[in-house]
């Protein structure tokens, strides 16, 4: 009898044992193969229903991703924080807005999601008209999206369609009172992206005819290469600071050059990472020149027969803080 007890107790403690919880990359995984039975159970086993997975984030952020609103309904049921962000300041809402998830969209902003970053992030609108989504973009502004948002780096939704060339946002962004003067930190403007690009017709119409007849006269490399920016890190921004303050003072940056060209490496190599495209990637270069650390170069080499990588990146990936546009052609992004 005294047997049979503890064997009855083994097998119900055995049944009883919570399962285990994920790491962050198997979270990851499940969740964008749609198992919310899964996540179910690891809610239910006390996982915190805003852990964050080893890409886009939460689990309410990587239904949103994916437009499973199942799962999204899953984590806002279980108390999740449906304006939290993730490590690159990006919301749910953000996130569906840059995949065009439309259903998403509608069901976050109908359950209270905030259609309007703070100041200084990333909108949803950013990412609707950096991606194209006319549409969405149409749907976010109907509901009250801030055209003249800026980003981290003080770039508008405008200067998202000049960068992308999305000539219809462009054209209804003006035609709805988009401010075309603003300038991110570095300088850069809708009218400096467009020439950048090369292209004429959205400079001509971000500007004013004397602006472009003097905009078109000025030798092409003063505008810069048209090579995307990289996204930054605290780390490398307390480098700067402290190369400007050593700088200032007469004394030697040629440490911190070192430290901060590293640090530059590290944020393309993490660019490649979470982007899902090493085995695209033929090779990275890093270049600069010591007495302009600011016009550091990194560019990704592909090769020729490259093909497309899981996702595209979203842009607060590397608009983090975009490189100042050279003044004169480099010699030695």
């Known amino acids: 009898m005294i047997i049979g007890m503890t064997l ?85 809402l953000a996130l569906a807005a840059w995949r065009g998830q439309k259903a998403a969209v509608t069901w976050l902003l109908e359950r209270g999601a905030r259609i309007n970053a703070g100041p200084r992030q990333w ?60 300038k991110n930190d570095w300088g850069d403007g809708a009218l400096e992206w467009a020439m950048r690009h090369d292209r004429l017709d959205l400079a001509r119409l971000v500007s004013q005819a004397d602006e472009f007849t003097s905009a078109v006269n000025k030798p092409k490399e003063q505008w810069g290469a048209p090579t995307r920016s990289l996204r930054t890190s605290k780390e490398l921004e307390e480098l700067l600071k402290v190369r400007e303050m050593l700088a200032q003072r007469g004394m030697s940056v040629e440490q911190v050059d070192k430290r901060i060209a590293a640090e530059r490496v590290r944020i393309v190599r993490s660019e490649l990472d979470r982007a899902g495209t090493p085995s695209r990637v033929t090779s990275f270069e890093i270049s600069a020149s010591r007495a302009r650390p600011q016009e550091q170069k990194a560019q990704i080499v592909r090769g020729e027969k490259a093909t497309a990588g899981a996702y595209k990146v979203p842009p607060a990936t590397y608009f983090g803080t975009p490189r100042m546009p050279p003044k004169a052609p480099l010699k030695s992004y």
């Open 123 to 182: 909108s949803a609108l950013h990412y609707a008209v950096f991606a194209g989504h006319e549409e969405m973009a149409g749907m976010l502004i109907e509901r009250g999206a801030d055209i003249n948002a800026l980003s981290t780096n003080g770039s508008s939704v405008l200067m998202m369609a000049i960068y992308e060339g999305r000539e219809a946002l462009a054209r209804k962004l003006i035609e709805l009172g988009a401010d075309r003067k603003v």
């Open 8 to 92: 009855l107790g083994l097998a119900s403690s055995s049944h009883s044992a919570a399962p285990a919880l994920p790491d962050p990359a198997a979270f990851a995984n499940s969740l964008e193969l749609g198992d919310v039975q899964q996540a179910r159970t690891w809610l239910d086993a006390g996982l915190p229903v805003n852990f964050k997975a080893s890409r886009i984030g939460n689990g309410l952020m990587i239904g949103a991703w994916e437009g499973n609103l199942e799962l999204m309904a899953l984590f806002l049921s279980h108390g999740a924080d449906i304006d939290s962000v993730n490590e690159n300041g990006e919301t749910a």
